[in-house]
């Protein structure tokens, strides 16, 4: 199988190709590397197949290809998919970028939980595959007990959505705003008499100064938070938070009879996973022991947490997820409003499962090794 990989230098694809030199996904193929930038230079592996980085813009290098992987992002899908389809080209297109994402002939891969449709389109000739949102994806993974047994009636998601959602630029921001807000206070914090609420004041007033480095989120994100992510949609509701009901829906293959999902995100100031409080309405009561195994035993990645203080400071943070592919799921209990109704708390690594694994798995579902 001769394999394409685009946008491998990246954030998500590096996070990539870490996983699939570790998992050794790439033994037995025959794989080149293409770049828009770096065309010509060393490949980044020895073993792959041109020993040079190749230019992921020459078209009929790339129709060579039985599959392209791609990370490169949603510009790089818009100007190559469409000619390279046009051409003739009828290879795999595995894709992180939203581009293609609502097109009707691309799926969405989540396989812990849609192993089964993927499989199918496979068989009727699919062709495009294409990662989901990432907090929909973690939503979808934290919940796939319910979900596969059909319990779900809807869910309103808060969620907390990591800077590295933005992007390398906004991690580094973030990282530059905190230390700018700490050298502003830092002769303050040396002292003991100083107060507290003097400190705050000083830190507030750095958070608003013209100098603090904002070119990225166009405002504070350090000491805040920033509670719209991704365009306007002029309804009132952003992007990111249509995705959440579109996108789910297409992955669960409910679009003829839509789950209804909604929310506001959330952008704070963790580096890295994206949480999400969560709000759940099933289609039935049950006792709070049988939601929990359906949960706990869907998948083997997910994890419960028992709803204490305890394990949920331990165990339900972004530092304890980040770089693993365990998706925790805790605060699990039913409201006051009916023990149809839940809440659940739960997060995952956005650069893991909520973007570069479904890629990896889906390479392994076309060489017939998942």
């Known amino acids: 199988m001769r394999v394409g ?15 699939l030199q570790a998992e050794g996904d790439l033994n037995g193929l025959s794989v080149r590397f293409y770049s828009t930038s770096a065309a010509g230079q060393p ?17 009929a290098t790339l129709a060579a290809e ?3 992987l791609t990370a490169q992002g949603g510009d790089y899908t818009s100007a190559v998919h469409a000619p390279l389809r046009a051409m003739g080209w009828n290879g795999y297109w595995i894709d992180a970028a939203s581009t293609l994402r609502m097109q009707p002939q691309a ?10 449709a993927i499989e199918s389109a496979l068989a009727a000739g699919a062709k495009d595959f294409v ?30 959505q990591a800077a590295s959602g933005a992007g390398a630029a906004h991690m580094r921001e973030l990282v530059e705003q905190m230390g700018f807000a700490h050298r502003c206070v830092s002769s303050q914090l040396a002292d003991p ?16 100064s013209p100098l603090l480095p904002a070119a990225q989120f166009g405002g504070p994100l350090a000491g805040s938070l920033i509670p719209w992510i991704d365009a306007d ?34 952008r704070v100031g963790a580096m890295r996973c994206h949480s999400q409080a969560l709000t759940i309405k099933l289609n039935q009561e049950l006792p709070l022991a049988e939601i929990e195994d359906l949960i706990a035993h869907a998948h083997p990645w997910v994890r419960l947490i028992a709803n204490n203080r305890e394990a949920s400071v331990r165990e339900l943070s972004p530092v304890a997820v980040s770089g693993t592919l365990t998706v925790p799921v805790g605060r699990l209990r039913q409201l006051p409003m009916g023990p149809a109704y839940l809440s659940a708390f739960t997060l995952g690594d956005q650069l893991l499962w909520g973007a570069a694994e479904p890629l990896r798995r889906m390479l392994k579902l076309l060489r017939g090794t998942l």
């Open 131 to 160: 990662g989901a949102n990432c907090t929909v994806s973690l939503m979808l993974l934290g919940l796939a007990g319910l979900f596969k047994a059909g319990l779900v009636d809807w869910i309103t998601a808060m969620t907390y």
């Open 43 to 59: 490949a980044p592996i020895r073993e792959a197949a041109s020993q040079v980085v190749l230019d992921a813009h020459d078209l």
């Open 233 to 266: 949609l002029g309804t009132g509701q952003s992007k990111e938070e249509w995705k959440g009901m579109v996108e789910a829906n297409k992955i669960l293959g409910s679009t003829h009879a839509p789950l209804a999902l909604d929310g506001i995100c959330v």
């Open 107 to 116: 799926v969405l891969v989540l396989d812990p939980l849609n192993r089964a």
């Open 5 to 19: 990989i685009v946008g491998w230098r990246g954030m998500v694809g590096t996070v990539l190709m870490q996983r």
């Open 66 to 68: 039985d599959v392209i």
């Open 193 to 208: 008499s100083v107060s507290v609420l003097s400190i705050e004041e000083s830190l507030n007033a750095a958070l608003k």
